[in-house]
């Protein structure tokens, strides 16, 4: 009973922040109280509210530039979300079409998927962003596409297998006797059936790929300049470190909530929704 | 049509499913269904009795052309109304599924996709080969729910199969499969699943719905028990073949082929069977089938056995519409 308790309270507390962060990405431009970009350069490194010195109106204090640390926070939610939406948009439809295809047929098929899937295990993901970064230029298009296009594995891999154990039950054979056809049972019968391990995989892979973007943009390959990305914060922010350490803190400890928030809601639901499925 | 319960069926002349010399290989080294023929009429219950691993389901799958890869079917002739069904291609196949032949099957647990409503279920079926909007095809749904006696059944519709038993469950499998006015209905262990008490309702059920609606029904059990309750027609399968094919009351009253006499000593009957007597058994178990086998694949497990079990086994009759595959006399 209490671990029970316990676990609805991690998924409601995950799902709060989750949607708190989603909240403050949507309406990020009626929130902020200054503009992100916005530079002021007598008023630099403001500390925050809570430190002594801290300056009427920036309660999160400012950056090395004097932007208003609390705006850039909420604009750098909006980059994390929209990548990591995007992201597992993107690769969960490549890593489910693939995974689908190959656990359903099987064959041939299956062995295709399979050394795609390897191909694409074998490939330093770190190593790839930095060759199409020094081609193309940074931009967040490039850093969406890069993610998208290479985190889609675990995807792949958790609906081949599950697909592979629904393939063969024998709803699968009832409406296969009913004419349906084999696109439309993929779609119809095995897809419903196997989505329930595959919103876990997806909220894993969200908080992966807003890690990677932090990691990346630390790197210098993710989000270009300006643009107020969390992990392009810490990076601006570890020349200052020593003395004004709140400026790394803050980026930090909101990644590191928002990734938090994600897991625990990835937790909950798969509980949540393989409880029901085994009633 | 003397059959074993009368219910005066509308039995056609001329079958609605004709199978000739049907062949199913797998991968080339099992031969699962070795010239299996047989004939399902309208109105007409044909029950395809034999052990586990005999081919009795693969015969089902093979009629439905829903063998999985690896296996390979020919065929004399394999006819549904008269229209022969190898050359189909499989969206032509795909049509006659679900719609003109329909297939329930064992384990009514598994036959239904959890995520989906029983009324979204059926009424999916129907819309796929008749079209029509969903609200037709609910009403129908509820309808037949009714007619297979599932209570409450505009509540049903709504559910979701794990809040229905495994007999409700088979109730609403047999209603789905009736969905589109089915000519023949495919029937693998409809019942093997269900406690004896649901098993004879479904049974009686089924009985109905062929008197009223004239259905032909291949049934596919290993129950005699099941075969005397409701078939006109019985073929005994052994190691993919038809070992005999008779009437049920010839079947019954004069089964020939020792195998058939065999499975019938297995049978407790109650009053019959006493307590220290053993129940019959075959010793042995059903061979597994190379290609390039000759004579009775029974032979091993055959009390009489005789040294041209070997050669090839002639078929013999032993009435007007009873076949037998065996050596002896009757």
Not at chain 1, 97 to 114: C, E, I, K, N, R
Not at chain 1, 125 to 143: D, H
Not at chain 1, 158 to 174: G, K
Request: charged share 15%; aromatic share 6%; hydrophobic share 50%.
């Amino acid at each position: 009973m209490m671990a029970v308790r316990l676990r609805l309270g991690g998924t409601l507390l995950g799902a709060a922040i989750v949607l708190f962060v989603a909240v403050l990405a949507v309406f990020a431009p009626l929130l902020v109280p200054h503009d992100p970009f916005a530079q002021d350069l007598m008023g630099r490194l403001a500390p925050p509210m809570w430190l002594d010195g801290a300056q009427a109106g920036h309660p999160f204090g400012t950056d090395q530039l004097g932007r208003d640390y609390l705006s850039r926070l909420i604009y750098g939610a909006r980059i994390s979300m929209l990548i990591g939406t995007a992201t597992v948009v993107t690769s969960g439809l490549i890593g489910i079409t693939l995974g689908v295809l190959g656990g359903f047929f099987g064959g041939l098929v299956d062995d295709a998927v399979m050394f795609v899937i390897t191909c694409r295990l074998s490939i330093p993901l770190v190593l790839v962003a930095l060759a199409v970064v020094s081609l193309v230029g940074s931009s967040l298009t490039v850093v969406v596409l890069t993610l998208g296009l290479l985190l889609w594995d675990r995807f792949a891999v958790v609906s081949r297998t599950t697909t592979m154990q629904v393939r063969n039950l024998d709803f699968v054979s009832a409406a296969r006797a009913a004419g349906c056809s084999r696109i439309y049972i993929m779609w119809h019968e095995v897809l419903p059936n196997i989505v329930h391990h595959l919103v876990v995989v997806a909220t894993l892979e969200m908080a992966l790929a807003i890690l990677l973007e932090a990691a990346l943009s630390f790197l210098g390959l993710g989000v270009p300049a300006p643009l107020p990305s969390w992990g392009l914060m810490i990076s601006e922010a570890k020349d200052y470190m020593f003395f004004t350490p709140w400026v790394i803190e803050i980026p930090g400890v909101a990644l590191f909530v928002l990734v938090l928030g994600i897991n625990l809601l990835g937790d909950g639901l798969r509980d949540l929704l393989g409880a029901t499925r085994d009633a | 049509m003397d059959c074993a319960i009368c219910w005066g069926p509308r039995v056609t002349p001329e079958p609605v499913l004709e199978v000739r010399d049907l062949r199913i290989r797998f991968g080339g080294v099992v031969d699962a269904v070795r010239g299996v023929s047989l004939d399902v009429r309208g109105g007409e219950t044909h029950c395809l009795v034999g052990e586990s691993g005999c081919g009795k389901s693969v015969t089902a799958l093979a009629i439905m052309g829903l063998l999985g890869r690896g296996a390979v079917r020919s065929s004399a002739r394999l006819a549904f109304r008269g229209t022969e069904m190898a050359g189909l291609s499989e969206r032509e196949m795909a049509k006659l599924r679900g719609d003109k032949i329909a297939m329930i099957f064992q384990e009514p647990m598994t036959s239904l996709n959890p995520a989906f409503t029983i009324g979204s279920q059926m009424a999916e079926v129907f819309e796929r080969h008749r079209g029509g909007g969903r609200r037709v095809a609910l009403d129908r749904a509820a309808g037949l729910l009714g007619r297979v006696g599932v209570s409450a059944p505009g509540l049903r519709l709504a559910q979701y199969p794990h809040q229905l038993s495994g007999g409700l469950r088979q109730r609403v499998m047999i209603a789905m499969a009736l969905m589109c006015d089915p000519e023949l209905l495919i029937a693998d262990e409809p019942t093997t699943a269900l406690d004896v008490t649901v098993q004879a309702q479904i049974l009686r059920l089924l009985v109905e719905l062929q008197r009223d609606l004239g259905l032909a029904i291949l049934l596919i059990t290993h129950d005699l028990g099941v075969v005397a309750r409701v078939a006109h027609r019985v073929s005994v399968m052994y190691a993919g073949e038809v070992v005999e094919s008779a009437p049920a009351t010839d079947l019954f009253a004069a089964p020939s082929h020792p195998y058939t006499r065999a499975l019938l000593a297995c049978v407790p009957v109650p009053g019959v069977v006493r307590r220290d007597q053993p129940l019959g058994s075959i010793p042995g178990t059903v061979p597994r089938m190379e290609p390039g086998f000759t004579g009775c694949a029974f032979r091993a497990r055959c009390r009489y056995a005789m040294e041209v079990c070997a050669d090839d086994v002639p078929l013999r009759l032993q009435g007007p519409d009873h076949r037998y595959l065996c050596q002896l006399v009757v």
